[in-house]
């Protein structure tokens, strides 16, 4: 019985050998993703290029418990790959955050929407006002301090990161 489990194995092998990679055609990959995009995808944030990426926010949905709570799910595309991640927000005038996740740890990003602008932060405020006030996604969130101000929040806030480690697996 064990030589005929040893012969199937092998052969299985050898047949896998024989099968050789077929060379991926990049703009094919690229159109096929574009073609996967969800109706309700607005673009954030497009780099083309050799490091092309496109930041999408699509599926925002608001808390049934919490009025200043979205929830919704980012479309990440890079050259080579596509990541989409769910995520929430906090759009309340007093703590603004952004809730965000790897494979190690959760992130609770405190922003200050309408305020100063640091580059590591861009992505957090595009994410933020895309979630919280729609009709402003995809705006430079650097020229929207005068928005933010009519819309209750003091721009005065002090940013931060909470990171909570995840326990290992």
Same mark, same amino acid.
């Given at each position: 019985?064990?030589?005929?489990?040893?012969?199937?194995?092998?052969?299985?092998?050898?047949?896998?050998?024989?099968?050789?990679?077929? @060379?991926? !055609?990049?703009e094919?990959?690229?159109?096929?993703?574009?073609?996967?995009?969800?109706v $309700? /995808? #607005? %673009?954030?944030?497009?780099?083309?290029?050799?490091?092309?990426?496109?930041?999408?926010?699509?599926?925002?949905?608001?808390? @049934?418990? !919490?009025?200043?709570?979205?929830?919704?799910?980012?479309?990440?595309?890079?050259?080579d $790959? /596509? #990541? %989409?991640?769910?995520?929430?927000?906090?759009?309340?005038?007093?703590?603004?955050?952004?809730?965000?996740?790897?494979?190690?740890?959760?992130?609770?990003?405190?922003?200050?929407?309408?305020?100063?602008?640091?580059?590591?932060?861009?992505?957090?405020?595009?994410?933020?006002?895309?979630?919280?006030?729609?009709?402003?996604?995809?705006?430079?969130?650097?020229?929207?301090?005068?928005?933010?101000?009519?819309?209750?929040?003091s721009?005065q806030?002090?940013?931060?990161?909470?990171?909570?480690?995840?326990?290992?697996?």
């Amino acid at each position: 019985m064990r030589a005929v489990y040893w012969i199937s194995s092998l052969s299985l092998l050898m047949g896998s050998a024989a099968v050789q990679a077929v @060379p991926v !055609d990049r703009e094919s990959l690229l159109e096929q993703m574009k073609a996967m995009r969800p109706v $309700d /995808l #607005v %673009v954030l944030d497009q780099r083309d290029g050799a490091n092309a990426y496109t930041l999408g926010i699509f599926a925002i949905s608001k808390d @049934p418990t !919490d009025p200043e709570l979205r929830r919704f799910k980012l479309w990440q595309e890079y050259a080579d $790959d /596509l #990541v %989409v991640p769910s995520e929430s927000v906090s759009c309340s005038r007093e703590e603004p955050l952004r809730m965000t996740r790897d494979n190690d740890a959760i992130y609770i990003r405190k922003l200050n929407p309408g305020g100063p602008l640091r580059l590591s932060t861009r992505e957090d405020h595009l994410v933020w006002w895309a979630a919280c006030h729609p009709t402003l996604a995809g705006k430079e969130p650097e020229t929207l301090g005068e928005q933010a101000r009519e819309l209750g929040y003091s721009t005065q806030l002090i940013e931060s990161e909470e990171v909570l480690r995840l326990p290992a697996p």
